[in-house]
């Protein structure tokens, strides 16, 4: 098909359907528009309402652990708590005298050897607990004896005998101190 018309009306036409593109790409975009706005504003809507019945929940879930008997209860607790916390911390720095004992009865010595007791005290200074031992060896040999196996025990320093429990050679009534590390 030939176009036998003029240059400038084959302008005008292409103007005019340039500008019925541009309209209608225009009408849709701003349809577009206005449907995503509309969506976004009932989405909106939708997420303020949503907002609110939670809030509203919530509120009602505050005051009702609002009241005086949850308020006494939840005290209470917070009391129990404190107190666990406390009774906890006094059980980790407690020495237990019995594992101490159970060491000091454990360690070898002749049959020549009594005690007739023994002592331990927690030394304040720091965790160490401080045994002195009173007792009656038969010999004096066996005293040394007794305390050599003590120098050998893994967390026991500080052996100390008085020279004068050493001067008698038999029936030696004696006082043998020592410190026990509960860490070791």
Aim: net charge neutral; charged share 25%; proline share 3%.
């Amino acid at each position: 098909m030939i176009n036998l018309l003029p240059q400038k009306e084959k302008q005008e036409l292409l103007f005019l359907k340039n500008r019925n593109l541009v309209i209608v790409l225009g009408s849709i975009t701003m349809i577009f528009l206005i449907c995503l706005s509309l969506v976004l504003l009932s989405l909106k809507f939708y997420i303020l309402q949503k907002v609110s019945l939670e809030k509203s929940i919530l509120d009602d879930t505050e005051s009702e652990y609002q009241t005086d008997n949850f308020l006494l209860l939840l005290e209470s607790i917070n009391q129990y708590n404190k107190s666990l916390s406390r009774a906890d911390s006094f059980y980790k720095k407690q020495l237990y005298f019995s594992s101490a004992l159970k060491e000091v009865a454990g360690i070898q010595r002749s049959q020549s050897l009594r005690f007739d007791s023994i002592v331990l005290e927690k030394n304040s200074e720091d965790d160490k607990i401080k045994a002195n031992i009173y007792g009656i060896s038969s010999n004096r040999d066996a005293l040394l004896a007794f305390k050599e196996n003590i120098e050998k025990q893994d967390g026991f320093v500080n052996v100390y005998i008085p020279p004068d429990n050493l001067v008698k050679p038999t029936n030696v009534n004696f006082n043998l101190s020592f410190e026990i590390d509960p860490v070791k």
